[in-house]
Nanobody, 126 residues
């Protein structure tokens, strides 16, 4: 079983910054991808930023961002700790949402997994 835990949410004024952290633990053989998603009230969950090891030998992996956060958010990872981070700068009120972390990979039985965290709330006041 793989557990995912997020931290770092909170209340911030528009234009401010927050840093989210996510840690995956448990029966992990290899993590293939991790990402941050968000869900605002009445809206569907959407991908904010992701990082994958597939198709590259670069330790920092391949990153992807939603158009709405490009240039403002930065995803990074710490492979040895199975952790990712989301640095969020120039926050806007429309960034207000519950932010979820997802880890995908293979467990120690070599079975694929996709595990979600419980979420952390980010509220941006205008």
């Amino acid at each position: 079983q793989v557990q995912v835990v997020e931290s770092g949410g909170g209340l911030v004024q528009a234009g401010g910054s927050l840093r989210l952290s996510c840690a995956a633990s448990g029966s992990i053989f290899r993590i293939v991808a991790m990402g941050w998603y968000r869900q605002a009230p009445g809206k569907e969950r959407e991908l904010v930023a992701g990082v994958t090891s597939e198709g590259t030998t670069r330790s920092e992996g391949i990153t992807t961002y939603a158009d709405s956060v490009k240039g403002r958010f930065t995803i990074s990872r710490e492979n040895a700790k199975n952790m990712i981070y989301l640095q969020m700068d120039s926050l806007k009120s429309e960034d207000t949402a519950a932010y979820y972390c997802k880890a995908e990979g293979f467990d120690r039985d070599y079975a694929p997994f996709g595990s979600w965290g419980q979420g952390t709330q980010v509220t941006v006041s205008s």
